[in-house]
């Protein structure tokens, strides 16, 4: 398993993953589009063409946020959560930036714990943030130096 940047071939999978992980997944269009964006940083982790997770991102002067974040149910729980989050990290650090923001659903601990062993904190909440169902969204971030 590796951990690389997202490229046409992976669109699909990606979307078929965020179908099968979100109520309100991106569409096939609005994943490849983030192929020609400038601001965005995708990455996937993958078994020869295989996907078995990913994460979107965007930058905007030196602040990053995480829209996306998905590992596909069958490989959770092996560490490519983390390895994604980790390879962002990295992939962003070398971009200039250093702040990574995200919001999660109040009730998601999988995620949460996972971004409480990657050194992010809670820096606000969102009330009703989410729909499908209605939920506040934690608002997380973590800093680090270039
Ligand atoms: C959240 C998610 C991406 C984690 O991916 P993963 O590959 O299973 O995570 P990892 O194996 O890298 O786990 C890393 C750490 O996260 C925490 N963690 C992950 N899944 C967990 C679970 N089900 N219960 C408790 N802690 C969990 C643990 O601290 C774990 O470290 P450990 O193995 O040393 O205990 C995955 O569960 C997922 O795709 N969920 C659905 C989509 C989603 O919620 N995305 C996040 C939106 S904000």
């Known amino acids: 398993m590796v951990i690389v940047q997202m490229e046409r ?13 979100f109520a309100d997944p991106w569409s096939e ?4 589009s983030e192929l020609e964006n400038g601001l965005a940083c995708w990455l996937v982790a993958a078994e020869g063409d295989a996907v078995a997770g990913y994460v979107g ?5 030196g602040e990053s ?6 590992v596909h149910p069958d490989f959770r ?18 971009r200039g930036s250093s702040s990574l923001t995200l919001e999660v659903r109040a009730s998601n601990l999988p995620a949460q714990k996972l971004y409480q ?26 800093e680090w130096v270039l």
């Open 9 to 21: 071939k992976h669109v699909s999978q990606v979307a078929e993953l965020e179908k099968l992980c």
């Open 29 to 32: 269009k609005s994943i490849a």
């Open 57 to 61: 991102s965007q930058t905007v002067m």
């Open 65 to 70: 946020d995480m829209m996306n974040l998905a």
């Open 77 to 94: 729980r092996q560490g490519i959560g983390e390895a994604l989050v980790n390879g962002l990290i990295d992939a962003l650090g070398q």
């Open 117 to 142: 062993k990657l050194g992010f904190v809670q820096v606000g909440r969102r009330p009703n943030y989410y729909y499908h169902p209605k939920e506040d969204g934690l608002i997380l971030r973590k």
